[in-house]
């Protein structure tokens, strides 16, 4: 088992800030294209520090065993949003969406199909 690093968890507070700043510039201004680059910029260093740790733990395991079995869950479907649930009148019944929610941005923050396609790079030139 690996506890992955939670990326984007921490940097979500940062990442709000920074994408309100870009609603409050006026569209189109300099300003605003600036802001949005920062939030780009932000993004980035999210993804370049998952595949660093990416890297880092798909060579630790091809070092440390010889066979390695993968599961392919199939991350499309475990974060789809719920289905909406109704009564017999028609009127919506809580679906457990706000903890859906939340367990798929943790699936996606881990970034399985990410570290699958980088082991099995590793595996294939050693």
Same mark, same amino acid.
């Given at each position: 088992m690996i506890e992955? @690093?939670?990326?984007?968890?921490? /940097?979500?507070? $940062?990442?709000?800030m920074r994408q309100q %700043?870009? %609603?409050? =510039? =006026?569209? !189109?201004s300099h300003r605003r294209v600036r802001a949005g680059k920062l939030v780009g910029k932000a993004h980035l260093k999210i /993804?370049?520090?998952?595949?660093?740790?990416?890297h880092k733990a798909s060579r630790e395991l091809v070092n440390r065993y010889q066979v390695i079995v993968f599961e392919d869950p199939q991350i499309g +479907?475990? $974060? =789809?949003? @719920?289905k909406p649930k109704q009564d017999e009148k028609g009127t919506s019944l809580p +679906? !457990? /969406? /706000?903890?859906? !929610? !939340?367990? +798929? $941005? %943790?699936?996606?923050d881990a970034g399985w199909g990410n570290f699958v396609q980088l082991f099995s790079s590793k595996v294939s030139i050693d």
């Open positions: 992955h @690093p939670h990326y984007y968890r921490k /940097a979500q507070k $940062t990442l709000e %700043s870009v %609603s409050r =510039k =006026k569209r !189109g /993804a370049r520090q998952r595949r660093d740790f990416h +479907n475990l $974060t =789809k949003k @719920p +679906n !457990g /969406a /706000a903890a859906k !929610g !939340g367990l +798929n $941005t %943790s699936i996606l």
